[in-house]
């Protein structure tokens, strides 16, 4: 259902302002198809520098095509004249722009994953619509959810899991599948991997990496320093980890996407 | 002003029939079918000719049909219930263009330890069936695989994969929520393990599902309690949409064809003029195997969501694959991975029939189309950049 207001509806069954002014002394173009959102500005100026006339045209849902529809030579100098004011009201940016596209910036960024416990980039456009453009900044959205998450880890942990003290096998064996779910797997689904319990033969643990990891110059890295560590903190001192390396690991047994 | 109905992908009007039949069942006839006094099981024997009606629809024995509420519960059931079955295997296959329904379960799925490979699409929306044949091991428990999409109609070569699927031992289950009451079905002779459909799609009410178990399925029961449904979904039956439901297959069983021949008509005559008044305008999808009943149409430099607004204004009900409403950017995740452009995949409308609809319905749509199109490209700034 559209829970549009009354206003907001009228200025999109009829829209004013529409069109292009002829030889305009500017243009202004925000957005793009692939956002969904892209609006083209045109503006003349009077000898005195002030607006003359303005008109929009815009590709986008009811709700964008209404407030480009508001921009009218009135509204404009008023935002010019805001802008100028340099008063209380001023507009300040806080921190850097990260999504061009959307103008979205590291603080926002950093804000949504933190509150929303976000681990994927598809995740943080869902949220603030950054990295939904031209996707430019994805690198840049995938460091700040590691800086992040990587705090967040080390703040608060999961509630560890149970740990045992005389284990039975199959105690043991679920002890070692719970700790690789909660406290290994989201780290590596942050960097688009995965791992698999394979087998537990006695205290050696036989993983196998997926996904980006399976590829990765490091996996025998974080086997050691991650996996390792947080099995030997959560579920026995003496477990050592191997990667299955029996063409299991192939990476095309596993073909998720984000 | 009249509202014309074009979005019976989404739910469906509740058959007059349906509705008739079902209204004993709430105020006088409302004893429990599981009572042992006369009032109570005459119900029953209300409950058992329900189920008696579907199996009839989908051409199997009534003793592999479960009631449920909804075709949600009706997926989750199939996947969890199979795997609970199957402890010792732990791969899942589907489809990156499920429903949610069975994707966000697999997807969850992950996180519990499962490998989840999600199969590709081209760009008609096909699947490739050398890669599923491929990715099946001896790992894998289950595939589960819609009969055909929701959103763009495309039919996938169900009876083929789950010869495929079950000939290696593996559990086959299909979503077919779009399919009953559209496509003839027999499952007596398929392969098919399980298959969930949903009564709302098919002029039953909303609250009642199936799931259809094939005789040796192994399935663990999903909801524990008594013993209803032969303790494998317990809880006291929905009667009135049970009985609802059974009179809606019955129903569908004798329309059949009509869906085939006038609702299809219905459906190529306003697609057809659509793609002719409207210029730059395509089909999303394969149009040899598609549902008869469902258009998906782009409408390039324009966006769903306007055009879904100035339709309702002359009452025209359609969905759009954009979802600007929902707070995400992502045009359909089912258009997304068919790799349609984002100018065409942004102003997607898909209009889905039935047979309560009439030619003057499509005519009148017809006629208000190019007009919606042309004013929103008026506002719009990629159509100024073209030559005109």
Known sequence: MWEYTDKLKDYFFNPRNVGEVENPDGVGEVGSLACGDALRLTFKLDKDGRIADAKFKTFGCASAIATSSVLSREALEAAIANYRGGDKTKHEIEGNIVCTCFGVT??????VVRENDLTTVEQVTNYCKAGGGCGGCHGEIEKIIERVQGEKVKEQRLPPPRKGGKLTTIQKIQLIQQTINEQVRPALRAHGGNIELIDVEGNKVLIAFRGMCAQC???EFTMREVVEAKLREFVAPDLYVEEDTDGAGAPEGHEHRG | MNTIYFDNNATTRVADEVYEEMQPYFCRQYGNPSSMHTFGGQVGLQVREARERVARLLGCDPGEIIFASCGTESDSTAIHGTLEALPHRRKIITTR??????????????????TVVELGVDKLGRLDLSELEHQLDDETALVTIMSANNETGVIFPIEQIAQMVTSRGIVFHTDAVQVVGKIPLNLSKSPINLLSLSGHKLHAPKGVGVLYVKKGTRLAPFLLGGHQESGRRAGTENVPGIVGLGKACE?????LDEENTRVKHLRDRLEERILRTCPDSRVNGDTESRLPNTTNISFEYVEGEAILLLLDRYGICASSGSACTSGSLEPSHVLRAMGVPFTAAHGSIRFSLSRYNTEEEVDFTIEKMPEIIRRLRELSPFVQSRAR
């Open chain 1, 217 to 219: 110059k490091i996996s």
């Open chain 2, 251 to 255: 129903l569908a069983l004798q329309h």
């Open chain 2, 97 to 114: 263009v499920e429903h949610p329904a069975v994707l966000a379960v697999c997807r969850d799925l992950e996180s519990h330890g499962y």
């Open chain 1, 106 to 111: 590291d603080k926002e960024i950093e804000r």
